[in-house]
């Protein structure tokens, strides 16, 4: 049952009472009248939601925050703010992305059912490619996952882009006034004509002597300087020679909204230091590597990219931070809904024992639920391995139950459940191992009778990558809050799961009669495929409850022949009126040339005007006459949420070893408010905290 469509019946189920004479009766016991009460104000209110897509933005020069890279978009008219010309545009985003990338074994997440993501094993259908996910929590990649993650961008930047493969690494080239040009962010190295253009492969064949045309201060391969550059060298020489490059497009993309949705009760945490928890053996995070990810050759955190011969600032330390959501919802008012994603329409809230409960007796449920853009991690018990090994304190559930309490937890927005054990009393239950890897969880708990929750308290911990901390600047920093009144609702189908679940996402009557599903798995890549040469379709639902639904995000992978057939025609279409009409999302732009044997679709559709709750994403699978397949695919609703209630923002830092702090209060309804944090001279960021009471 969906917690949002109960409360009309709640409304009705109320009013029944009161026409019926109930209300004498109801008026002889005070806290039955309460209970009453509060479930009446919670059908016809509009729940505060908390604080929906709340960021922060500083006036740091290169690390400002959230607030400033929140979309693609936003980097970019960061990134090249001044600029003018494809090739000006072309080199600040270069420049815009050494300092916010670095070299690393590539992050891996749950992609393929029944296989476990570990960075030392590489898999590609387990690394993350969409560029949301690696510019919140992760930030570094192998050569090939970095050129991926920067294609989006490159596009929004209005050029076409390619990966392309190079002796022992992979490159990008970017297509603008009328050639190609390489630009390798993981190496460092662009390299120019003799017009005084970045250099493209084809040029670069022409005439091998282009390498050493460098444009200092422009980095070019500077890391084991000259070693990197000699190395790089050698492998244009060999290209130069001769043989294939492999071309491929559509490798990377980008649907995650990257929306932080922060409860009443609930305070968001982002720790600066890794080890704030007690030192390498308490470091929490999401990576195969002794003491989390860590890289020291980089250009991150060491201000604008400069390299002259043996001269470069390109020896920094970059590592991760860990943000912290700790969540009590108030079981005794309707604020505890701002953490529902669903519930029975007999679940009240009370002053008495117990607080959260069942108001006739009868069996309830109560959901609540977690989804943020950080990767929720862990505490290795080896200190080195969180994924394929044990990890702890990703996710604590703490609480007081009143007589039996079922537990289920879900990890696919509900699509399937584990049951846990059952609560009692007083309890602490460590589920890191259900939910690391993973950007939410749903904690369903169940009661009936004189039994419910008197208390709850969840500790989620993530990744964040360093780069996206909102960090302060020396003497005072002004910082901009906004609270932008979204929410998101996931819809990340479990291709692992079987036909009959996969409905609860599914419009399964849509489906065409050609399309055919299969679980995924490491022994079978496709989730649905045609069974014949002509196009098929199938159809999946995007439903925000009650909520007004303003954006849609989808993305789609495909697989594709190579070369790949003229005729291809792999598309996305939404629909607002139950599938009366479609219009177009996103369609795959797969060139003659194109050898990668898979790609990515996304895009984004603006639902405003609809004034509705659902709408139907429609995939279209067409390879001009051969068998289609999809591979994955993910769906994510934007929801106008409530007037934010007042918040409280501290940031902490250090100057001279000692700890500082500021607080700001932000008022009520605020959606932007500016303050000054009354720096001096930084040694280094501690946190930044964003509390609702």
């Known amino acids: 049952m969906d917690y949002h469509s109960s409360l009309p019946r709640s409304e009705r189920t109320t009013s029944r009472l009161l026409m019926n004479g109930k209300l004498e009766m109801i008026a002889q016991n005070f806290s039955r009248l309460i209970v009453l009460l509060a479930a009446l104000c919670s059908a016809v209110t509009t729940f505060a939601d908390g604080a929906g897509d709340v960021t922060l ?15 693609v978009d936003d980097c970019i008219r960061f990134a090249t703010d001044g600029k003018a010309g494809d090739q000006e545009k072309a080199i600040a985003l270069y420049l815009w992305m050494l300092t916010h990338q670095w070299h690393l074994a590539s992050p891996q997440e749950w992609n393929v059912p029944g296989e476990t993501p570990d960075t030392n094993i590489w898999r590609d259908d387990m690394v993350v490619y969409d560029a949301n996910r690696a510019r919140f929590s992760y930030g570094y990649g192998l050569c090939g996952t970095v050129h991926s993650w920067n294609e989006p961008y490159w596009k929004a930047l209005g050029m076409q882009v390619r990966r392309r493969e190079f002796p022992g690494h992979v490159n990008s080239e970017v297509r603008y006034g009328g050639r190609w040009h390489a630009f390798d962010t993981d190496m460092a190295g662009i390299v120019f004509g003799k017009d005084g253009a970045v250099a493209g492969y084809e040029d670069i064949i022409a005439d091998p002597s282009l390498v050493e045309q460098t444009h200092a201060p422009l980095p070019c391969y500077p890391f084991a300087w000259p070693s990197d550059f000699k190395s790089m060298k050698k492998g244009w020489e060999k290209i130069a020679r001769g ?169 696919d927005q509900g699509q399937t459940w584990h049951r846990l054990n059952s609560v009692t009393g007083n309890f602490s239950h460590d589920l890191t191992e259900h939910v690391k890897g993973r950007y939410g969880w749903q904690l369903r708990f169940g009661f009936q009778d004189k039994a419910g929750l008197d ?48 409905r609860t996402v599914e419009q399964r009557d849509m489906r065409s009669d050609n399309v055919v599903y299969q679980p995924r798995s490491s022994q079978s890549r496709l989730a649905y495929r045609t069974t014949n040469n002509r196009p098929g379709h199938v159809v999946f639902r995007v439903n925000a409850g009650e909520r007004e639904l303003l954006e849609v995000y989808a993305a789609v992978r495909y697989g594709v022949r190579v070369p790949p057939s003229g005729n291809c025609d792999y598309r996305i279409e939404i629909s607002t009126d139950d599938g009366e009409s479609w219009r177009p999302l996103a369609r795959a732009d797969i060139p003659a040339d194109n050898e990668f044997s898979s790609g990515w679709m996304y895009g984004k559709a603006d639902v405003a005007e609809s004034d509705t709750n659902e709408v139907l994403v429609r995939i279209q699978l067409y390879q001009g006459g051969y068998q289609a397949g999809m591979i994955d695919a993910q769906f994510y609703g934007v929801y106008r949420s409530a007037p934010p209630p007042s918040a409280i923002v501290t940031y902490g830092w250090k100057e001279a070893g000692e700890l500082k702090r500021h607080t700001e209060r932000i008022p009520t309804a605020a959606r932007e408010h500016v303050f000054e944090v009354p720096t001096g001279k930084i040694d280094v960021d501690e946190f930044v905290r964003i509390q609702v009471p």
């Open 57 to 71: 933005r500083t006036d740091h020069p290169h690390y400002p925050g959230e607030g400033v890279f929140q979309s």
């Open 455 to 502: 208390a709850l308290k969840f500790t989620t911990t993530t990744q964040v990558c360093q780069a996206i901390y909102p960090r302060l600047t020396d003497g005072g920093c002004r910082v901009a809050y906004r609270c932008a009144m979204r929410g998101v609702t996931p819809v990340l189908p479990n291709f692992g799961s079987d036909e009959a679940t996969l």
């Open 243 to 411: 043989g294939n490059w492999h071309k491929m497009y559509n490798s990377g993309y980008v649907a995650h909204p990257p929306i932080v949705h922060v409860r009443r009760g609930e305070t968001f945490t982002r720790w600066f230091d890794p080890g704030h928890y007690g030192g390498k053996d308490k470091r929490r995070f999401w990576h195969h590597q002794d003491n989390g990810p860590f890289r020291n050759w980089t250009f991150a955190n060491q201000g604008t990219p400069e390299h002259r011969g043996a001269e470069a600032n390109c020896r920094g330390n970059a590592r991760y931070c860990n943000g912290e959501f700790v969540y009590q919802p108030d079981l005794t008012s309707v604020a505890y809904r701002d953490g529902v994603v669903d519930q029975s329409a007999n679940v009240v809230p009370s002053m008495d024992q117990p607080k959260l409960r069942s108001q006739d007796g009868k069996p309830a449920i109560v959901t609540f639920e977690h989804f943020s853009p950080y990767v929720i991690c862990g505490d290795p018990v080896d200190d080195a391995n969180p994924m394929s090994g044990t990890a702890t304190d990703g996710l604590i559930v703490e609480g007081t139950a009143v007589g039996n309490v079922s537990v289920e937890i879900s990890v």
